[in-house]
């Protein structure tokens, strides 16, 4: 819970499994190379969500961002209709 920011910043690519289930104080995820195929969970009072290749085609279904004040996914394929107005 004291957990506020996440930097990953991998020099090279790389798989991970991640799970933020827990990290409900979480406000800043800044991911550089990681390769997750299964993300579960991200905290829905994320500020800042920085992903670069995001992997996956969706957020989870579970993310509510309505904190949500910066979103950066370059290079990603992923769909944000769910989650955001056009």
């Not at 990953?8 to 790389?14: G, S």
């Not at 800042?48 to 961002?65: G, R, V």
Request: positive net charge.
């Amino acid at each position: 819970n004291a957990i506020r920011g996440i930097a990953a910043d991998l020099p090279e690519e790389r798989n991970m499994q991640l799970d933020f289930g827990k990290m409900k104080n979480l406000k800043y995820l800044t991911i550089r190379n990681v390769i997750c195929e299964d993300l579960k969970s991200l905290p829905n009072g994320l500020r800042l969500l920085d992903w670069n290749k995001f992997p996956l085609s969706s957020l989870p279904s579970t993310f509510e961002p309505t904190k949500l004040v910066v979103l950066n996914m370059r290079w990603s394929h992923i769909k944000l209709d769910e989650h955001f107005e056009v």
